[in-house]
């Protein structure tokens, strides 16, 4: 993991219906090191469901990739984490931190902050099971909450006692789901006492913060969410900041061009009516700040058609520019953000 993670790592995170393959793909071409595949349920998994399966396909150029699975019993996470293991993902990534009811409530996710016992058992097992087929990493909160003090310190010196490879840590607690600020405090102080990677994220929407984050903590890595469904172009902005580079926005026709790509991409995989309706939700972060977005993506979002859709693209990018004072990266606040409402 050491040459995967090496102090300036920057992952496209985990993400249900959006880290897909053509996600992952683009993602990389702006930059992504290592890309994680959304959650995909153990028991689906173990019953060789057709969705479960396209979820842990990796095709040979789809690397570094890591396969998340989730699931409340071990037994059950440690077989399907073999089925994930056969897929030869980069490393095998177990989810201890989704918050949704359904899935915490059940036990899986951030349902194992419950017993840490309980999670480090689990872990130990899914280690041995996959041993010299592919490293485990867990990615989990700091806790529970309201915890008056956080395990995830403890946890992580003996998650990684018991073989587990690298930690991303999410730096809220369970009960927050995505509201309140991420403290990334918590994964420095988890950070200073192990010594396998620590991957800080929460909250990590420009270079500059990506910057700050792995100065702050000491992580080996940020991982990236909510922010790359509107604006991808944060890995490389991140990147070149790690490298004390010059940091340079997205240009109004790359912004153009990449909804172009995402769009083909997405009907080529899911079909037409499919594909155009998945490249919708990303429209509004894409077209940012370009004179004349609201009414483009107003007429993309009436397009059924992929044809129809390329033609108002390549009639925009002729003359598409800045609106006067933008930035070209037009960061705002989480809570401003289109993605207020996801689940995970
Ligand atoms: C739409 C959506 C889906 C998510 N799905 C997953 C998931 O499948 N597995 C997971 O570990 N976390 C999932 N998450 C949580 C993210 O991986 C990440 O931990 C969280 O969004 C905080 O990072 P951010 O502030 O960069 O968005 C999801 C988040 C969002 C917004």
Known sequence: MRSLYDGRAVVLAPMEDVTD??????????????????????????????????????????????????GSDPARLAEAAEIAADAQPSFVDVNCGCWVPKIAGRGAGAGWLRD??????????????????????????????????????DLARRLEDVGVEALTLHCR??????????????????????????????DVRSADDAERAI?????????IGRRAIEHPWVFREARARLAGEPVVPPTPAER????????????AERGEKHGVQVTRRHLAGYLRGLAGAAALRQTLLNTPDIEGC?????????????????????????????????AA
């Not at 009960?175 to 620590?198: I, L």
């Not at 100065?215 to 991982?223: A, Y």
């Open 310 to 342: 390329l033609a108002l693209l390549d009639s925009a990018v002729g003359e598409v520019r800045y609106v006067e004072g933008f930035d070209g990266f037009g960061v705002r606040s989480p809570v401003e953000s289109d993605c207020r409402t996801a």
């Open 215 to 223: 100065r702050e903590t000491g992580c080996e890595g940020v991982m």
């Open 256 to 267: 153009i061009e990449l909804c172009r790509v995402h769009l083909v991409a997405n009907v």
């Open 116 to 153: 840490p016992e309980a999670m480090v058992a689990m872990a130990k097992l899914v280690v041995e099971r996959v041993a010299g087929r592919a490293p485990v990493t867990v990615k989990t909160r700091i806790g529970l909450g309201p915890e008056s003090h956080m395990p995830i310190v």
């Open 21 to 70: 393959a053509v996600f992952r793909t683009l993602s990389r071409t702006v930059g992504a090191d290592i890309c994680v595949t959304e959650f995909v349920n153990v028991e689906g998994l173990l019953r060789g469901c057709r969705h479960a399966k396209r979820k842990i396909r990796i095709e040979a150029t789809d690397t570094p990739t890591a396969i998340q699975i989730y």
């Open 173 to 202: 607690t369970a009960k927050q789901g995505h509201s309140g600020g991420a403290e990334w405090s918590w994964a420095q102080k988890a950070r200073a006492v192990v010594t396998m990677p620590v991957i800080v994220n929460g």
